[in-house]
């Protein structure tokens, strides 16, 4: 989700981040380390804990399961997130909104885990939401009309989301409208407040 959605920031509203003079090849080269971070590194992780017997399926259907991998999540994220804002101080300074779009989406990553304590809140709807709210809130603030459409195809998105988790029986509708409000509330926030 977070590569999703810094591609559709990168490519359809640069200005928004502060990246619309950046070239295609350094705007490539921040997704990719957006990609190996929040998606490649993660699944190795889950792999490892996986083939270790840390967690019994890669699905992380039980709560036991999804515990450990959410919150190493959130430590490689906010990784990330301290590399864009702190390590890569030209980077921050002049778009310092992508270290602060990591960082709500590390924020609902830690969110998701300590939920996963007690309740199997559906990380996928999570993330989805989070997307949809971003793209939402930068619209109704920045008026991107020319985002209206990526929105419209994001709601669909989200609902197909939910509608497979459902159809797997991976979550209850409950757990898959508390995510989505999670994400949401979370991403909305963090555009209307520090974007």
């Known amino acids: 989700m977070p590569t999703l959605l810094f591609g559709i920031l990168l490519y359809l509203a640069p200005s928004i981040l502060g990246v619309d003079a950046f070239s295609g090849t350094l705007r490539i080269s921040l997704l990719i380390l957006i990609f190996i971070g929040?998606?490649?590194?993660?699944?190795?992780?889950?792999?490892?804990?996986?083939?270790?017997?840390y967690v019994r399926s890669l699905q992380l259907e039980s709560?036991?399961?999804?515990?450990?991998?959410?919150?190493?999540?959130?430590?490689?994220?906010?990784g990330l997130t301290f590399l864009f804002a702190f390590r890569m101080q030209l980077l921050s300074s002049i778009a310092p909104g992508i270290a602060?779009?990591?960082?709500?989406?590390?924020l609902s990553i830690l969110l998701v885990g300590l939920i996963s304590i007690?309740?199997?809140?559906?990380?996928?709807?999570?993330?989805?939401?989070g997307v949809v709210g971003i793209v939402a809130g930068i619209i109704t603030k920045f008026g991107e009309t020319d985002l209206?459409?990526?929105?419209?195809?994001?709601?669909?998105?989200a609902g197909m989301v939910a509608s497979a988790r459902l159809q797997l029986n991976a979550h209850t509708p409950t757990?898959?409208?508390?995510?989505l409000v999670l994400g949401l509330?979370?991403?909305?926030?963090?555009?209307?407040?520090?974007?």
């Open 63 to 78: 709560l036991d399961d999804r515990r450990l991998p959410y919150f190493l999540t959130a430590i490689v994220y906010t």
């Open 38 to 53: 929040t998606f490649g590194v993660p699944s190795l992780l889950i792999y490892y804990l996986f083939r270790s017997g």
């Open 148 to 157: 209206i459409l990526v929105l419209a195809a994001l709601i669909i998105v």
């Open 175 to 179: 757990q898959i409208g508390a995510g």
């Open 185 to 195: 509330n979370i991403s909305m926030m963090t555009v209307y407040w520090l974007i």
């Open 100 to 106: 602060i779009l990591l960082g709500s989406i590390t």
């Open 118 to 129: 007690y309740w199997q809140i559906s990380a996928h709807s999570v993330g989805i939401g």
